[in-house]
């Protein structure tokens, strides 16, 4: 029996964004590919992508490497008849050369010439961190975008895309810095905030986002939304109150400050003290991480963006 096929499936945008901008930023022949079915173990979810482009170049994977140079070929018969192509790999597939290691098994959907306007349009539409729902006539290829999360019927196929994952950091020293160079290595968008420039400079060395923050506050025009993760890695408490309390009453979907369970304590209570009530209150995380007392950069970095991770898979549909 195939998973999700029956029901939407749900992504986090990020890691399909490549394929999908490759294919709407080019006029050439090319082919775009997606998981529609798995049976069994499957190193990629229902509904990730790929993009065969003209000049050879493939952008994003759908296995850990063992299908994608046949897929290329499937990919040109697709391009030459001009028709979606359906192509079955694994259990109950007739190319038995080719094995999957995870045992599984995947259905892949080959659209040739995808409509680029509407894949430009998703692209867009995510980048505005809005969720969107592209769905795909197995038939003739035809590509619509839909914003509601219905079900597909019939011969459509779909897959409701959510804005990427990103991380607005607070703090001051290797730490936050740390913190920041970990999540751009792991290719998540992320921004900087401290009011050490030694610190931004550190983020900046890693390819981080930065910005000199010159008050204690959240600025006026940072808007976590539910796609947000807010983490503050100060030492220095008191920078700590006025930005919680600007975070709590947005959508982030997590938020977490660095310190001991008697910082938390005496920032629970300066935060009851500034009105913020009780339920915002236990949205607030701390000490933060999965190891518990981390007490190197490294350490803490890994931990917290671990656990931030959980966090969101654990809230996915």
Not at 110 to 134: K, S
Request: net charge negative; aromatic share 6%.
């Amino acid at each position: 029996m195939l998973t999700r096929t029956d029901t939407l499936p749900v992504l986090d945008f990020g890691p399909i964004r490549a394929p999908l901008a490759a294919l709407a930023e080019t006029d050439a022949p090319a082919v775009l590919a997606f998981i529609t079915g798995t049976e069994g173990p499957s190193y990629r979810p229902v509904g990730a992508a790929m993009a065969f482009l003209a000049d050879g170049r493939r952008v994003g994977s759908l296995s850990s490497g063992c299908i994608e140079a046949d897929l290329a070929l499937h990919a040109e018969a697709a391009l030459a008849d001009g028709r979606p192509m359906a192509v079955r790999y694994g259990r109950g597939s007739p190319y038995i050369d080719i094995e999957l290691p995870c045992g599984g098994g995947l259905d892949i959907l080959l659209v040739p010439e995808p409509d680029r306007a509407t894949l430009g349009e998703l692209v867009a539409t995510l980048d505005a961190r809005r969720p969107a729902r592209l769905q795909i006539d197995r038939q003739s290829g035809a590509l619509g975008l839909d914003r509601k999360t219905s079900d597909a019927r019939g011969d459509w196929f779909a897959v409701e895309f959510l804005p990427e994952l990103r991380f607005h950091i607070f703090g001051k020293g290797p730490e936050a810095s740390t913190f920041a160079g970990l999540a751009a290595a792991a290719g998540y968008p992320n921004l900087l905030l401290s009011p050490d420039r030694e610190t931004l400079e550190a983020a900046r060395a890693s390819g981080c986002d930065t910005r000199h923050l010159v008050s204690r506050a959240m600025p006026a025009d940072l808007s976590p939304d539910a796609w947000t993760a807010v983490v503050l890695f100060f030492h220095d408490h008191d920078w700590e109150p006025p930005i919680l309390k600007a975070a709590l009453a947005s959508d982030a979907f997590y938020i977490g400050a660095q310190g001991s369970r008697r910082a938390r304590d005496a920032r629970f209570a300066e935060l009851e003290a500034m009105g913020v009530d009780a339920g915002d209150l236990d949205r607030l995380r701390g000490p933060i991480g999965l190891v518990p007392s981390s007490r190197d950069a490294r350490t803490l970095a890994v931990s917290v963006l671990a656990e931030i991770l959980a966090v969101a898979k654990a809230g996915a549909p």
